[in-house]
């Protein structure tokens, strides 16, 4: 029996958003029998061809009443955060599915020294440094090895920040946005620099996927990054060209920029990220090959451009101020030559 053939039956929990939904076209499209559990807010398409049962994930009773008598090859839930949504994936999925697949987070590495490589095995999970989303994501993974057993394998993803098409936080368009008005674009220079690992949502899919009936996966922590480690001007550059802008970068200490008139709250997207995930063990384990990061920026693009309606940006109130502070440096430095 094939791999294909004796994992057919898949719970996804939080499918209706982002990779989520991305999860449950995938399988949807390779022929699986797909429950969605979700609070009911967003309809996408893919439902017509999944079963799916309303509820919300924080009510025990409704949770277990609907979900606990059903089983399942594998359930994958995007949306646990906590200790208590661990001990209650055991409680109703214990002995009725024959594996459980979670999404943490990179942020259970918030104690760890920064601008270093992050491996699976470094996290304290008993840690908890005040930061409500991390320490939950903490909580959550210790719980769910404090009482492993026999009767469900767990898979552990970690993924970095997750960007594509359906973002729902839309971090490409803080410079896309800027890019398109034709501008310079200001950029923090920190030393250290900013160093960023982003995932996007087809990969984070794909190894969701690949990980469903797979053994190597079982009891099993994954980073997800992608192939590349590269700097904010890096990532400036790819939405560039992806945009199509001939807009000039200008770089400047953040220390200086937050003295001018209009910018003291100046925070460009990714500042301060260092994240940078080992994913060898999800290469190894689950064939894992993200796509190259500048073809991923470029979807993204793509897909924001198609938009009908696009907020400002964080920050794009204060754009005449940048507009002006960039082009005063690029006048005192063309002088200067």
């Given at each position: 029996m094939t791999q294909k053939e004796a994992f057919v039956k898949i719970l996804v929990i939080g499918g209706t958003n982002f990779f989520g939904l991305r999860m449950v076209e995938k399988l949807v499209e390779r022929g699986d029998d797909v429950t969605v559990f979700s609070r009911g807010k967003s309809k996408p398409d893919v439902l017509k061809h999944v079963t799916h049962i309303e509820g919300d994930r924080d009510d025990e009773f409704m949770f277990q009443r609907r979900l606990g008598s059903l089983e399942f090859d594998a359930v994958i839930d995007n949306i646990a955060y906590n200790a208590e949504h661990a001990q209650l994936a055991y409680e109703t999925f214990g002995g009725q599915a024959a594996q459980y697949i979670v999404c943490s987070s990179v942020s259970v590495y918030k104690h760890v020294p920064r601008y270093r490589v992050l491996y699976e095995d470094e996290v304290d999970l008993g840690k908890r440094v005040g930061e409500p989303y991390g320490d939950g994501k903490r909580a959550l993974e210790q719980t769910l090895w404090?009482?492993?057993?026999?009767?469900?394998?767990?898979?552990?993803?970690?993924?970095?920040?997750?960007?594509?098409?359906?973002?729902?936080?839309?971090?490409?368009?803080?410079y896309l946005q800027r890019f398109l008005d034709g501008g310079p674009v200001l950029l923090p220079r920190e030393i250290p620099d900013v160093l960023l690992r982003i995932v996007f949502a087809e990969d984070v899919a794909d190894a969701f996927l690949a990980a469903i009936g797979n053994k190597a996966a079982f009891n099993r922590v994954y980073n997800l990054g992608g192939e590349e480690v590269f700097t904010l001007n890096d990532y400036a550059d790819m939405v560039r060209s992806a945009a199509g802008s001939l807009s000039d970068v200008v770089e400047c200490p953040m220390s200086r920029i937050r003295t001018v008139d209009g910018l003291a709250d100046y925070r460009p997207e990714y500042l301060g990220f260092d994240s940078i995930p080992d994913i060898g063990a999800a290469r190894r384990d689950l064939g894992y090959r993200p796509a190259p990061v500048q073809e991923r920026i470029k979807q993204t693009v793509e897909w924001v451009m198609s938009l009908e309606n696009r907020p400002d940006s964080r920050g794009y109130a204060a754009r005449g101020a940048e507009i002006a502070f960039a082009r005063g440096l690029m006048k005192a430095r063309n002088a200067a030559v």
């Open positions: 404090q009482n492993l057993d026999d009767d469900l394998p767990v898979t552990v993803f970690r993924p970095t920040v997750v960007e594509g098409p359906r973002d729902p936080a839309m971090h490409v368009w803080y």
